[in-house]
């Protein structure tokens, strides 16, 4: 989805919004513009495509000079990706410039008003009302004119404006999109993730709905809606650039992959003290959870893969109904959620437009939220009356890894509290399952290690076009993020079936050589999912097995297997999912494909 930086200080602000911009590629966009004030006047650069030729335009910045501006990369809703629509967009009098992050829904109602004044629009998008209401608004006070024309905004929004008449200031306004205020010495920035910030400063300033800032070099002043100054915390961010780097990989997803043993050791670590989980400040003692009916868990995409996986465990270990609900379904379900229902939230940015509306709604009916997020200070972790942070690092390449697993984790511990506070569990039980917890690390380390041969067998499958993935239970879980995974960087179609429901009609489109690729850790059912390998087989199908380490009976079924080490099968898809990562990985490399920044695809999917 969209980026949006601002810069202003001493260096050349042209070169640091490139670079900024440049850490905001991974969330997805199809063009990209900067704006720098420079001796009255605004300097705009922006075009289609890729930072490169942003990078080329302006000769890395150089031909753009000033010390102040604002920077874009815009993933197209209103209007084609052109030269035209790229932002920053300026008012007509040229004094205005501005960058805009979500959708203004009233867009069309303000562009009649506007027209009717005189203003004329040169670009499709919904974005160029404000820079024209500014100007409208405009008699003299910057800060004033902003807060007008935001007035008359219904949507959401993150803006960066800069004014001709007020050269070191940029404003950062806030409104259901993410905006994050970097405070640097001489300098200030802001951006919409801090990805683009942490080369210059570590202390961030998350804005809430409704708040602004008037960025100086000298300073940083924010408002509340009504333009009341207002004090806000500084947090320190706690990775740094390395974690935001390739690090010698060819592309971020592999490094991603790679990292999970590390990231879940994160995820863990600080979850787990004197042989007891700790839920950070989450508290729910034994008569709050009698309290909850049910568990409802809301997420979109893979987020919601891990939050079926998740359920296997809750269900099993606390009795609970749990359902997994997409989140774009919830929000429009006038659903059965009441001050009984647990909502537990899924979300690697933490800003996804669907999961914090069906977040919204499922809290005004009196639920109690505890969300599972990666990105801190994220609109969801700020929402919710518990969050659990993942601390699985930043996630650059759109296909979500490391962001999956560790929500996995968490939902595996969550299960395991939940099941002793409610009594379903003895203690011996408790710490089996913990001791099992702790050697997840490992044991992802020993998948890698173990699955060398992927890349040989993405060789042989690579230029298939339909791929099948079959399994059962909690194999059916991680089924479905493995058919994600393909389909979205790849582009090869995938679907995942609950292997019972082949014969159901799927099983029609298996001919001779159609990859299946079959999960068989879930060993209670492995002899029901061996049947349905063997129908696939009768159809012609070339099946892949999952299996643990040991099985040999699969042997004899299979045409490829690839092993994973023991583990308590309950939490076996943390493992599962990891050669399906790669397996989508090196499809994808053979068949040339931009994996880090797959095709129609956003990272942080901000608008509905
Ligand atoms: C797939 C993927 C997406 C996200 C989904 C939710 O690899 O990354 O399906 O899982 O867009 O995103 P978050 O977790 O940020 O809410």
């Not at 200070?377 to 699985?392: E, F, H, K, N, V």
Request: some cysteine; proline content about 3%; overall charge negative.
């Amino acid at each position: 989805m969209c980026g949006i930086v601002g810069y202003t200080g001493t260096q050349a602000a042209a070169p640091v919004l490139l670079s900024g911009l440049s850490k905001l590629e991974y969330r997805g966009y199809d063009s990209a513009g900067i704006a720098v004030l420079n001796e009255g006047k605004i300097g705009l650069a922006k075009v289609k495509g890729k930072i490169a030729n942003l990078m080329e335009l302006t000769d890395s910045g150089k031909n753009v000079p000033g010390f102040a501006g604002i920077g874009h990369t815009r993933w197209a809703t209103h209007g084609a990706p052109t030269d035209v629509n790229a932002h920053p967009h300026i008012s007509s009098d040229g004094r205005f410039a501005i960058v805009h992050n979500g959708i203004i829904e009233n867009f069309a109602v303000l562009r009649d008003e506007l027209t009717a004044k005189g203003y004329e629009f040169l670009s499709d998008t919904d974005t160029e009302v404000v820079a024209h209401l500014i100007e409208m608004y405009y008699t003299g006070n910057f800060k004033a004119a902003v807060m007008k024309a935001v007035s008359r905004l219904e949507g959401s929004y993150a803006l960066g404006i800069v004014c001709t008449d007020e050269p070191e200031t940029v404003f950062a306004v806030r409104e259901k999109s993410p905006l994050i205020l970097g405070a640097g010495i001489g300098e200030n920035f802001f951006a919409s993730d801090v990805t683009a910030l942490v080369a210059y400063t570590k202390n961030a300033i998350y804005l809430e709905d409704g708040e602004f800032a008037e960025v100086k070099p000298d300073g940083i002043t924010v408002y509340d809606a009504a333009g009341r100054e207002i004090t806000k915390p500084i947090s320190r961010i706690t990775w740094d650039i390395e974690a935001a780097e390739k690090g010698g990989y060819d592309h971020f997803m592999l490094k991603e992959i790679m990292e999970q043993p590390r990231a879940v050791q994160a995820t863990i670590d600080p979850r787990i003290k004197n042989g007891r989980i700790h839920l950070d400040d989450f508290e729910m003692d034994s008569a709050e959870f009698k309290n909850i009916n049910k568990i409802v868990i809301t997420a979109c995409g893979s987020a919601s893969y891990a939050g079926q996986a998740g359920r296997y465990a809750i269900e099993k270990l606390c009795r609970i109904p749990v359902t997994v609900e997409l989140a774009s379904e919830l929000r429009y379900a006038d659903p059965l959620i009441d001050e009984h229902t647990l909502l537990i939230v899924l979300s690697q940015s933490g800003e996804t437009a669907d999961t914090i509306a069906a977040m919204k709604e499922c809290k005004e009916r009196g639920a109690r939220v505890l969300s599972i997020v990666n990105v801190v200070g994220s609109t969801i972790a700020r929402l919710s009356d518990d969050t659990l942070y993942t601390w699985a690092g930043p996630e650059i390449a759109v296909a979500t890894t490391k962001g999956y697993t560790t929500q996995l984790i968490l939902l595996y511990l969550f299960a395991i509290y939940a099941a002793d506070k409610l009594g379903r569990i003895d203690s011996a039980e408790y710490d089996r399952l913990l001791s099992e917890i702790r050697k997840i690390p490992n044991l992802l380390q020993r998948t890698i290690d173990m699955n060398h041969d992927v890349p040989a067998l993405a060789k042989k499958y690579y230029t298939h076009n339909d791929v099948y993935f079959i399994g059962r239970n909690t194999d059916y879980a991680a089924c479905m993020e493995g058919a994600l995974k393909l389909k979205e960087i790849s582009y090869v179609h995938a679907e995942a079936y609950a292997a019972g429901e082949l014969k159901h009609g799927t099983i029609a489109l298996i001919e001779t050589g159609t990859p299946v690729v079959a999960l068989c850790l879930n060993e209670a059912l492995a002899e029901k999912t061996m049947s349905n390998i063997i129908e696939v087989k009768a159809r012609g199908a070339e099946v892949i097995a999952l299996a643990f380490k040991g099985n040999t009976e699969i042997i004899k079924k299979a045409d490829d297997i690839v092993y994973i080490p023991r583990t308590e099968p309950l939490f076996a898809d943390v493992l599962a999912v990891l050669p399906l990562q790669l397996f989508a990985y090196y499809v994808a490399k053979e068949r040339g494909c931009d994996i880090d920044k797959p095709k129609n695809l956003a990272k942080s999917v901000t608008v509905e």
